[in-house]
């Protein structure tokens, strides 16, 4: 849990050694409470227990409204899209990418995210720029409906270099027994596509060498973009789809949902397939956003590849048996959707039946 710990260092060295001496400033692990709990409390859903500073955090299933309760649990991090972040010193929107590579884990389970904690490791501990993270996953947590019931700073000198920092994130959901996905997924059921918000928080090592052999640096006008850097457009947060596919869910329209992530199409979608059954992938049925594009020919990147290592314009996949009343329900709720493909009865289990294009 971040907790307080209420002693001061001391600089007197005729009193021995301190902490602060060693580089961990714990007064600055105070101020950082002090500075995010508006932005914690702001997060509180039904179940919520206690607040901030206590060994662990509580929660109330029967408050939240369960019944017969199935927890499910996620971690993930944002991996070496934070290096981008670092080194632009944009840090207002890392911390959605963190919760959105959680909580959107929790939904394609059928799961409703009640509550997350989050975990920040440096070499020293910068109080603005931890509490500017924080408030990021403050922010996702809220238009998630999950509650940020805590999490842990830790001040580690020696193990970051300056300015470098470390987030990972850990989610719990719940759903009803008798309503986790996937399920009843069967031949002939239709593919719809939700549009990602760009690259979203995977393959960024290889984003970064495609950069690094561009030339150009983060604070360029981004080539792909009108009217942003180059930093700014690649550090758009992680599309949040909890809304969405709850709401779909709660009509009993999905049989399953994948998380389009670091192994993109190819390597999310056979994850909630029973055996036997394939998908069949129409590669030309979305536009393909110009940030991939750019990727690609900057970068040399193969069409394998690129759908490989990134989600490539669909960052959520529905799985559905009714196909128009999704759509429908989608276009009425202000959501682009495609229909991208098809459950088959097959021994391969994937499918692209159409290229994607790149160029």
Not at 22 to 48: C, F, H, Q, S, Y
Not at 301 to 322: P, Q, W, Y
Not at 325 to 338: H, P, R, W
């Amino acid at each position: 849990m971040r907790s307080s710990i209420m002693t001061k260092p001391t600089s007197d060295t005729s009193k021995g050694t301190s902490y602060a001496q060693a580089g961990v400033d714990i007064a600055a692990g105070d101020a950082l409470i002090d500075a995010i709990k508006p932005a914690a409390r702001a997060t509180d859903r039904p179940g919520t227990m206690g607040g901030l500073g206590g060994f662990g955090a509580l929660f109330d299933l029967k408050a939240a409204g369960f019944k017969d309760p199935v927890l499910v649990s996620c971690t993930d991090g944002v991996g070496t899209k934070l290096m981008v972040a670092i080194e632009a010193g944009k840090h207002d929107e890392v911390g959605i990418d963190l919760v959105a590579m959680c909580v959107n884990d929790l939904v394609v389970q059928g799961a409703t995210p009640l509550f997350f904690l989050d975990y920040l490791a440096t070499g020293k501990l910068s109080i603005e720029d931890a509490s500017t993270v924080i408030k990021g996953i403050a922010q996702a947590c809220a238009e998630s409906g999950c509650a940020l019931v805590g999490g842990e700073t830790a001040e580690m000198p020696g193990m970051y270099d300056k300015g470098h920092y470390d987030l990972a994130g850990f989610s719990v959901g719940a759903a009803e027994r008798g309503n986790l996905l996937p399920t009843n997924i069967k031949a002939g059921d239709t593919l719809i596509g939700l549009p990602s918000s760009g690259v979203h928080s995977n393959g960024f090592s290889l984003v970064r060498e495609v950069v690094r052999r561009s030339g150009l640096s983060w604070k360029d006008a981004a080539p792909f973009e009108t009217g942003r850097t180059l930093a700014e457009a690649l550090l758009t947060p992680t599309k949040l789809y909890v809304k969405t596919v709850l709401s779909l869910h709660q009509q009993g329209l999905l049989n399953g949902c994948a998380h389009i992530t670091g192994g993109g199409l190819p390597g999310n979608l056979p994850r909630v397939l029973p055996e036997g059954l394939g998908v069949s992938i129409d590669g030309s049925a979305w536009p393909v956003p110009n940030v991939f594009k750019w990727l690609a020919k900057t970068g040399n990147v193969a069409s394998d590849e690129m759908l490989r290592v990134f989600n490539c314009g669909i960052g959520m996949v529905l799985v559905t048996s009714e196909p128009d009343k999704v759509l429908t329900a989608l276009k009425n709720s202000g959501e682009v959707a495609y229909r991208i493909g098809k459950v088959t009865q097959s021994d391969t289990v994937y499918r692209l039946e159409s290229p994607v294009s790149f160029s």
